[in-house]
Nanobody
Framework: QLQLVESGGGLVQPGGSLRLSCAASGFSLDYYAIGWFRQAPGKEREGVSCISSSGTTTNYADSVKGRFTISRDYAKNTVYLQMNSLKPEDTAVYYC???????????????????WGQGTQVTVSA
């Protein structure tokens, strides 16, 4: 089981920004595609974005395109999710996941990913 740790969540006003981090514990992320998912209260977990192991392919849910950017820093063994122009509907627990696929046309399903972090809360509210 790969151990992933998310950080960077918090409370932000609408229109604000946050950067989430996904760090690996005890292994290298270099060989894994990484996905970000979120789950709001009473809703199913949904895919937000993913990035391939090479970093050359990214994928975004329509709801976040143009606002969120996924990236990875191999030297820091970390994947980031930069979230700009945040909306109240972005409020959720955000999870990163590994051991799954990522391609441009891929529809992200939580069941495709085998390793998960514990999640970080993002709340967008005035």
């Amino acid at each position: 089981q790969l151990q992933l740790v998310e950080s960077g969540g918090g409370l932000v006003q609408p229109g604000g920004s946050l950067r989430l981090s996904c760090a690996a514990s005890g292994f290298s992320l270099d060989y894994y595609a990484i996905g970000w998912f979120r789950q709001a209260p009473g809703k199913e977990r949904e895919g937000v974005s993913c990035i391939s192991s090479s970093g050359t392919t990214t994928n975004y849910a329509d709801s976040v395109k143009g606002r969120f950017t996924i990236s990875r820093d191999y030297a820091k063994n970390t994947v980031y999710l930069q979230m700009n122009s945040l909306k109240p509907e972005d409020t959720a627990v955000y999870y990163c996941a590994a051991n799954g696929p990522c391609s441009y046309y891929y529809t992200m399903f939580p069941s495709d990913f085998g390793s998960w972090g514990q999640g970080t809360q993002v709340t967008v509210s005035a």
